[in-house]
């Protein structure tokens, strides 16, 4: 607080007439001064006020108007002690012995603060602290003779009274040894006190048993031994191993058992790819053989399981494991290169599984670990965007236990150069996440330190971050000479005895462990490993695990498979009718928006006359109708409750006192529940965390949408790495649903393309749906095929924009009803000309087809045809014949508002050419009709951008 400061200032004499009229203000009239003096001087006791009293007495001192005494609310009771009784006999005793309580507590407080600048986290000793001013006792006024005088701190530190020296002894062992603290920055008093509590005295001094140290000993022999196997038997082998920082293993352990004895069931784990592999095998169990063989090249799925593979050390994995009794779920989440991008993934994952299990209140059945490294935990945007969801209605989870492996480097870069400001962690400060730097060759302070954050996390549902500070022994990869840019480091690495033989020689000095105990250790390890090393040869995985579970039912599908399938879709019109009253019902006492009720009304006449169903309809019906056969919707991403062009409405909100009011969430009793979140302004962070939900449930409908499309190319890691690329690489599928408003209104570059090309030349081996839907019927069943395929893709959706409210992008409730289905291709549906007369077919694929139309008919054209491509990949190639082969004279052209380079152009131009080839149309290609090339996707000027729609319109209907 800026009050104690200056008041310890002031006690060292720089501000004593600041203090001392500050002081009489607040005497005079408490809420004259700033809040943080206010609470500093109500809390002080009466000798302390008594100092400031006297202070207000000195010839350069103000004096209050209204005298000297505090207001009486503000007295707190007497207090005795030293001090006390002092004063009572000689004021000048009194005087000092306040001064020296009140120098003590600013002293102890200096240690709270700003104790960690001087503890020893470095384990090479190239980091050495240097010593801080306000960290020492002459700072605060105490000479040496004063250091063996007793003085009153009121129980401070556990003492009712001690010496400078014993105060100095006790702040330097908790705050300066091999932890150093980081929680005074937080505003919440019971977490900071919480925290104070529990390191104040350097309770890991003393705090494990024997068979504790055992323990830590054991899982630093599998952390080291593991990796040291691995460089003998896979010489030159890239793997990212874990040396230097093995005390990772054991702290990742402790965090898992504290966390089940606290009552976790599952725990999903996130890093990236230093050192997975020891991850994999010591904490969730992979088999050593299974690792071993998948060194050898072999793949981790069996033969018959579709999909490229991906390296080992981005694979993951997940397990049972027992722990006192309790069995705990494992996952450790596979993941890209790209560093942090796994952070959301994981998180939304985590939230899935709470919301499963129905633990959405406390979000303590279900956890999150993610582990960072330093380099990245400072440089990727990431990693703020998922702190910044951690307390989120939509998003938080309960807590999420960071744990960076600190190799004080980042590739060949420094600290110097990698961040600026004093740690790497300095972005958790944002959410006033507490944070905890050790020496990572103490491996008792880390595992204390795992414990500790275990146990924060399950009392306050809030993130903490662990900074083990340890360093990396190899260069980037094991075939990396680190030399080339950081000699000295790599000079002193050299010179250092291992993590794991440093404990054990504290151990057997000590008489914990002994020396021939932590051998037999190691060499029983070390026989586990050959056993498993041979037996790789001949191992070969007999099932992919990746259809268990909550997954069970579902099943691949491959490159084979029918493309145009049917689902089952439709709903009943009584059903339908059901979804739209309470779509259109609003209680009694809630004061809805008056241009909301006129839509409302609107609405409620389409579904009574089964006409004119809009978008925002068709959409609300597939929620519904979902949210009645069982299924959760949730819909996340910016402003998608009121939806960014003010056509979704889906939670209203009270005109006179902000109330909500969701209608799909009352439909009927027993429905499942339909969430929608306005999300930060976040595109990489929530999509990630959207994917995540996907990935643990099945069975939710899950929707991502971008204020405009183009928007999602901030995510585009996401999109890249585990959207599109996820289940061939990994074998998980994902139901996710991304909408991206799309389409050429004048609007600018940046608010009309949704970049289609991308997700196009993304697409391959069936891994995701790509569609621009022209009618609110089609949307409908496109939402509920998510969930009735029995299988699971992504779904991506160019939404429209002036198409919302387009009075000819409508459908009728019999589109939605018994008999309608999802429609993959939309031939010709006016009255034209006979076909055999029909000069030109026009293809384009969503909004595009209502310019043409609407010119078409004002135009009387009726020799040129239109058919609309709603889905454009997996291409409809089957449906398209069909639509194409009565057309046997005409000129096929393809119609797209984007530039050539753009749009679905390049895409379709060869799959169109074959559906023609099949027809018998050799060597007929279609013409290209739209944009020219260009760099931006759009104009910014409205005269310009009616002028290109214009013609490009007029030339596709032959104008």
């Not at 002092?86 to 005793?93: H, I, N, S, V, Y």
């Not at 006024?141 to 020296?165: M, P, Q």
């Not at 291992?498 to 000095?509: C, P, Q, V």
């Not at 409620?604 to 978008?615: C, Q, R, V």
Request: glycine share 8%.
């Amino acid at each position: 607080m800026a009050g104690v400061d200056i008041l310890a200032s002031a006690m060292n004499g720089a501000n004593a007439a600041y203090l001392a009229d500050t002081y009489a203000r607040w005497v005079e009239n408490p809420g004259s001064v700033d809040p943080s003096f206010a609470e500093l001087f109500a809390a002080l006791n009466d000798d302390a006020r008594a100092v400031l009293t006297d202070a207000m007495g000195a010839s350069w001192a103000p004096r209050p108007r209204g005298g000297f005494a505090p207001p009486e609310e503000a007295k707190p009771a007497p207090k005795g002690g030293a001090a006390g009784q002092a004063r009572a006999t000689d004021p000048e005793e009194t005087r000092r012995a306040v001064l020296d309580s009140i120098r003590a507590l600013m002293l102890i407080r200096s240690y709270r603060v700003r104790g960690h600048l001087e503890a020893k986290l470095d384990p090479l000793g190239l980091q050495v602290p240097p010593a801080h001013p306000e960290l020492s006792a002459a700072f605060w006024g105490f000479s040496e003779a004063d250091l063996d005088r007793r003085i009153f701190i009121d129980n401070v530190l556990g003492l009712e009274t001690a010496t400078v020296r014993e105060i100095m002894q006790r702040v330097r062992a908790t705050y300066c040894g091999p932890i150093g603290v980081e929680f005074m920055h937080i505003q919440d008093p019971d977490q900071k006190s919480w925290i104070q509590q529990r390191v104040e005295g350097a309770p890991w001094v003393t705090g494990f048993t024997p068979a504790q140290k055992r323990q830590i000993l054991l899982q630093l022999t599998e952390a080291e031994g593991f990796e040291a196997f691995c460089a003998k038997k896979y010489v030159g082998t890239k793997r990212f191993g874990l040396e230097g920082g093995e005390s990772t293993i054991p702290a990742v352990q402790t965090v898992i058992e504290t966390a089940a004895r606290e009552g976790v069931k599952e725990i999903a784990i996130g890093m990236a790819h230093r050192g997975r592999l020891n991850m994999l095998v010591n904490v969730v169990k992979k088999p050593y053989m299974q690792v071993f063989s998948e060194f050898k090249g072999s793949s981790f799925k069996p033969d018959d399981v579709q999909g490229s593979g991906d390296v080992k050390y981005h694979l993951g994995t997940s397990t049972d494991v027992e722990i006192e009794g309790r069995k705990v779920h494992l996952s450790l989440q596979p993941n890209p290169s790209h560093l942090e991008a796994v952070n959301p993934v994981v998180a939304g994952k985590v939230r899935a599984r709470q919301d499963m299990a129905g633990d959405v209140k406390t979000r303590s059945s279900v956890m999150g670990i993610l582990l960072h490294g330093d380099a990245a935990f400072a440089g990727q945007g990431l990693v703020y965007e998922t702190l910044a969801m951690s307390q989120l209605i939509g998003y938080r989870t309960g807590g999420t236990i960071h744990i960076v492996t600190n190799n004080q480097i980042g590739f060949t870069t420094v600290p110097a150069h990698a961040y600026s400001g004093l740690y790497c962690t300095d972005v958790a400060k944002a959410i006033q996440a507490p944070i905890l730097h050790v020496n990572g060759d103490d491996p008792e302070a880390v595992v204390w330190c795992a414990q500790l954050c275990a146990e924060f996390r399950m009392r306050f549902q809030a993130d903490i971050v662990l900074d083990i500070v340890c360093y990396r022994r190899h260069g980037h990869n094991e075939s990396d000479e680190p030399a080339f840019t950081q000699p000295t480091m790599y000079s002193r690495i050299r010179q250092m005895k291992t993590t794991r033989t440093l404990y054990a020689e504290r151990l057997a000095a000590e008489g914990s462990v002994t020396a021939e105990d932590a051998q037999a250790i190691q060499d029983a390890f070390n026989a586990k490993l050959e056993e498993a090393f041979e037996a790789a040869a001949s191992f070969k995985p007999n099932k992919a695990d990746w259809l268990e579970g909550h997954w069970s039912g579902l099943k691949a599908v491959g490159s084979t498979d029918q493309v145009e399938q049917l689902h089952d879709t439709a709903v009943s019109l009584d059903t339908l009718r059901e979804v739209g009253g309470a779509l259109c019902r609003v209680p009694a006492d809630f004061n809805a928006n008056s241009k909301i009720v006129r839509q409302l009304e609107a609405k409620k006449t389409a579904i009574e006359t089964g006409e004119g169903l809009d978008w925002a309809t068709g959409e609300a019906l597939a929620f519904g109708t979902l949210l009645l056969e069982g299924h959760r919707v949730r819909l996340s991403g910016e402003d998608v409750q009121r939806g960014t062009f003010s056509h979704r409405h889906c939670v209203l909100v009270d005109q006179t006192d902000q109330r909500e009011y969701a209608p799909l969430n009352h439909i009927r009793e027993g429905q499942a529940r339909f969430e929608a979140f306005n999300s930060l302004l976040s595109e990489a962070g929530v999509l990630g965390f959207d994917y995540g939900y996907s990935l643990a449930d099945p069975k939710t409908l899950v929707l991502w949408e971008a204020q405009f499309g183009d928007f999602a190319n901030g995510a585009q890691v996401i999109i890249d790495q585990f959207i599109a690329s996820g289940e061939t690489k990994w074998l998980r599928m994902s139901g996710l649903v991304m909408l991206l408003p799309h389409g050429h209104e004048g609007q600018g570059p940046e608010h009309s393309s949704a970049r289609p090309e991308r997700y196009l030349q993304l697409c391959a081996e069936r891994n995701m749906r790509i569609c621009n839907f022209t009618t609110p019927a089609n949307y409908f069943h496109a939402l509920r095929r998510q969930l009735k395929a029995n299988y699971r893709k992504p779904l991506v959706v160019m939404t429209p924009k002036s198409l919302l409210r387009h009075k000819l992008a409508v459908s009728s409730l019999a589109e939605f009803g018994p008999g309608s289905a999802f429609r993959y291709v939309i031939p010709e549906v006016d009255a034209i000309a006979p076909e055999e007369r029909v000069k030109r077919v026009v293809l384009c694929t969503g909004k595009v087809y209502y310019d043409l139309l609407q010119e078409r008919r004002e135009k009387g054209v009726n020799d040129v045809a239109l058919i609309r491509l709603e889905q454009l990949y997996p291409f409809p190639a089957n449906s398209l014949a069909l639509a194409l082969a009565p057309y046997k004279n005409a000129e096929i052209v393809w119609c797209q508002e984007e530039p050539e380079n753009m749009g679905a152009w390049h895409f379709v131009d060869r799959r169109i050419e074959k559906v023609l080839s099949d027809l018998g149309a050799t060597g007929r290609r279609p013409v290209f009709i739209g944009r020219e090339e260009a760099a931006s996707p759009a104009t910014g000027l409205a005269k310009v951008h009616q002028t290109q729609q214009d013609a490009l319109v007029r030339q596709a209907l032959g104008l």
